[in-house]
């Protein structure tokens, strides 16, 4: 018998101060020629994004389902270095960079080995359910700087 946990979707892993979440480039990924749709990176940063907060201990569904607010992108820069293809086993790569009161500065990268495919560089506000900026919970900032702290010194690798 298979246990019950084998069932549940992959949430990644914390490497040092940065997480790591598989993905595997499915059909429906891709646009007539094989590649990549574009906007597809993007899902799969915030799927990576979501994890890294699961695994470091916040509950971010919890809080917004509390009234309490949740994050959205307030900014983005992307850089495509190469195309990812049908089929291909992938990683997206999520680091904390920087905390401020409302708001993270992440960096996220998506790989095929050690082949960089796309970088991405950008800003997570914490918004109430009313779009305003809020602080973010104290336990959490605490959190983020400790892997910030745990990553001190290092950048991501290229």
Known sequence: ????????????RLDGAEHHFPVRVYYEDTDLSGVVYHANYLRWMERGRTEMLRC????????????????????????????????EALVVTTGVRQVRAASLVIQQRVSRNAVVLVEADLV???????????????????RYRALIT????RELPQ
């Open 1 to 12: 018998m298979i246990a019950p946990s084998a069932d549940l979707p992959p949430e990644g």
């Open 56 to 87: 470091v201990g916040i509950d971010h569904a919890g809080s917004v389902a509390a009234g309490e607010g949740g994050y959205a992108i307030a900014e983005v820069t992307l850089r495509y270095r190469a195309p990812a293809r049908l089929d």
């Open 124 to 142: 997570a506000a914490l918004v109430a359910p009313d779009g305003r900026p809020r602080r973010q919970p104290r336990a959490w900032l605490d």
């Open 150 to 153: 745990e990553h001190a010194g």
